[in-house]
């Protein structure tokens, strides 16, 4: 049948929940009216006819097809994709982001996004598959795509849906807008995170003591091969050997006067990722029992830590990302304010730390809300442009240097805030307290890029009042400000480099907690 979506005329009324906002199958001969790109109809999932697009054989090149979805009645909607799939001989993927390809890319003045189905290479028969995502309330366009994008083989798709899982948030029924409450009572938050399978007393002396940071974001991190997951049954355990590691360090914290933030870096259901952690994706969305255990392992932390003077706050979850909300399952937002309202049941004071999806990047605040909790403080973290702060850490290629023109785009300190807008129009709007909780510059950026990007970007951060922790403290030495710029050189520099300098002087305005 022709594609089927919502009018244009529907705008002026919000979509309600469950409401199918696009709906096709490929029966008939007129099936791909509509549709933009070539492709062939052959047999379909339980019906006649299926899309199908095929690649041959070292031809490095995409075969899709796109349709535009009716963006005017969607703005401020999260939205599941649904479709049926097969696949026949597809080639590896020289990206991740590659391969069989049913996705939206979605449009607005923030820049593009391209939510999309986690589909598997080789071949496979008719399976269904689906993601989630978002359309930001300023969205221009929003484009479904179908194919092969980079890869040769075959692929085949039907019974297309799109659902309306949550219409647009009324502001004035959940904001909380806040008195710019920090949690702490310093003038400033300037630190690092720290990982503490790699840090140790001494570590802590030279942040603390020597360099003068006042700021440790604690990563509560589990290691997972890519993919893989931890049985909740196992999850305790785990968490029981993290918090020991923080008891033994958190009296040397507060006598080098560090406060500590609690990063639950791996919550339940977490899959690892390509970095070799579990992140705060997959079943954390997918599976209530783990959003369950969510709540649960929060009152705990909060019970056992609401009387140290040293622990700053919670921060909820590192990165959340809505690849897929499952029927059944809270989105972050409803799951970050039942963790909140949890915590707020018995530590009524210590910050509570939220980021958004995607991610937590500079944009991730444009379409959430404030909880309707005391004490929150929101957090986002910094690696843009990404093609330079990460060059050389997943994939080899030309050096790349800041400032500069990066991905056809200037960056310099300037582009670095604009970037950072929708995180300042955020904090304006709703009197909010913003945290940095990462942000770095690879070590082997040429010449001094690292530098002055770091530089640039504390600026901005200190212009608005932000406190932040720099990525990493002598976690991956990729990210060591104590290691020179040369990437074969794993031991730490005799003499300061200028990221390190800076840092220092940095925190040399810190100051410390009365304690």
């Known amino acids: 049948m ?31 009216i509509g549709w933009g790109g070539s492709a062939r109809l052959e047999d379909g999932y339980q019906s006649a006819k299926a899309v199908a697009l095929e690649q041959k054989d070292g031809e490095n090149r995409s075969a899709m097809i796109s349709i535009p979805l009716p963006v005017d009645s969607l703005r401020g909607c999260l939205l599941t994709a649904t479709a049926m799939v097969k696949a026949q001989a597809v080639s590896a993927k020289p990206d ?21 189905a986690d589909l598997g290479v ?88 020597d360099w003068n940071a006042n700021l440790v974001r604690w990563q509560l991190i589990r290691g997972e091969k890519p993919g893989e997951t ?36 791996s919550p ?9 952690d579990a992140g705060s994706d997959s079943g954390l969305f997918t599976d209530r029992a783990s959003q369950d255990k969510l709540v649960e392992v929060w009152r705990r932390v909060a019970r056992k830590y609401r009387g140290s003077k040293a622990i700053w706050g919670y921060d909820l979850a590192n990165e959340p990302v809505e690849d897929f909300i499952a029927e059944g399952c809270d989105d972050w937002q409803a799951l970050a304010e039942r963790v909140a309202k949890a915590i707020r049941e018995v530590d009524p004071e210590r910050a509570i730390i939220v980021e958004a999806p995607p991610w937590g990047g500079p944009d991730s605040l444009a379409d959430f809300y404030p909880l309707p909790v005391s004490n929150v403080v929101y957090s986002v973290h910094m690696y843009l442009p990404h093609t330079f702060t990460h060059q050389g850490v997943f994939h080899s290629g030309q050096p790349v240097s800041y400032p500069g023109v990066i991905d056809g785009k200037l960056w310099d300190k300037a582009a670095l805030e604009a970037a950072l807008k929708p995180t300042i129009d955020f904090q304006k709007r709703y009197h909010v307290a913003i945290y940095i909780g990462e942000f770095s510059a690879i070590r ?35 990210w060591s400000v104590e290691h020179t710029g040369d990437p074969k050189d794993k031991a730490r520099s005799a003499t300061e480099t ?17 304690w």
């Not at 990007?453 to 212009?463: C, H, N, P, S």
Request: glycine share 10%.
């Open 444 to 478: 082997w950026a040429p010449g001094e890029s690292a530098y002055q990007y770091l530089k640039d970007a504390i600026e901005v951060f200190e212009a608005h009042g932000w406190d932040w922790s720099y990525h990493a403290f002598r976690e991956w030495d990729g």
């Open 2 to 32: 022709l594609a089927w979506w919502v009018s244009a005329a529907a705008a002026a009324t919000p979509p309600a929940k469950g409401q199918v906002c696009f709906q096709q199958s490929f029966d008939g001969p007129d099936a791909l």
């Open 230 to 265: 931890m049985a909740l049954a196992d999850y305790d355990r785990w968490l029981d050997r993290e918090l020991a590691r923080l008891d033994a360090l958190l009296p040397v914290c507060e006598r080098y006067g560090i406060y500590v933030l609690i990063d639950l870096h």
């Open 122 to 209: 080789g071949s496979f028969d008719w399976r269904q598959t689906a993601f989630s995502l978002r359309i930001p309330a300023d969205a221009t366009r929003a484009t479904l795509h179908l194919g092969l994008e980079k890869v040769s083989g075959k692929a085949w798709f039907d019974a297309l849906k799109v659902v309306v899982v949550k219409p647009p948030i009324k502001p004035s029924a959940v904001a909380f807008w806040g008195d710019g409450f920090t949690g702490h009572a310093v003038p400033r938050l300037r630190g690092a995170m720290v990982s503490p399978s790699s840090l140790n007393e001494e570590g802590l002396r030279v942040l603390g003591r």
């Open 498 to 514: 200028t990221r390190q300098r800076w840092l220092r002087d940095v925190f040399g305005k810190n100051q410390k907690p009365a």
């Open 268 to 276: 339940p259901g977490g899959k690892g990722t390509a970095g070799g």
């Open 96 to 116: 991740s982001w590659n391969g069989v390809k049913f996705m939206v890319s979605v449009e607005s003045p923030a820049g593009k996004t391209y939510p999309q």
